[in-house]
């Protein structure tokens, strides 16, 4: 359960980082280089979302939770 916590904790650290970093920078995608605002219109995507936190803290929790628990 510990091993599986710890991952969590990371998974979710990282997944969260990330989601943060696309708000930050909103140029492009992450592994995509800058993408132009016509390719954002033609999607309709202004700005990321904050469902990458989201889903980060609660991985981060449930690792948290699972390390934890003894």
């Known amino acids: ?3 599986l916590g710890v991952l969590l ?13 696309r ?5 492009g995608p992450v592994f995509f280089g ?3 605002d ?3 219109d033609l999607y309709g995507v202004k700005t990321p979302g904050h469902w ?7 991985l981060f929790l449930a ?6 628990l003894k």
């Open 1 to 3: 359960m510990q091993v």
């Open 9 to 21: 904790l990371i998974a979710g650290l990282v997944f969260g980082a990330v989601g943060i970093w």
């Open 34 to 36: 800058h993408v132009t």
């Open 38 to 40: 016509s390719i954002r």
């Open 23 to 27: 708000k930050k920078n909103p140029g």
């Open 63 to 68: 690792g948290l939770v699972l390390v934890l």
């Open 52 to 58: 990458p936190i989201i889903v980060g803290a609660i």
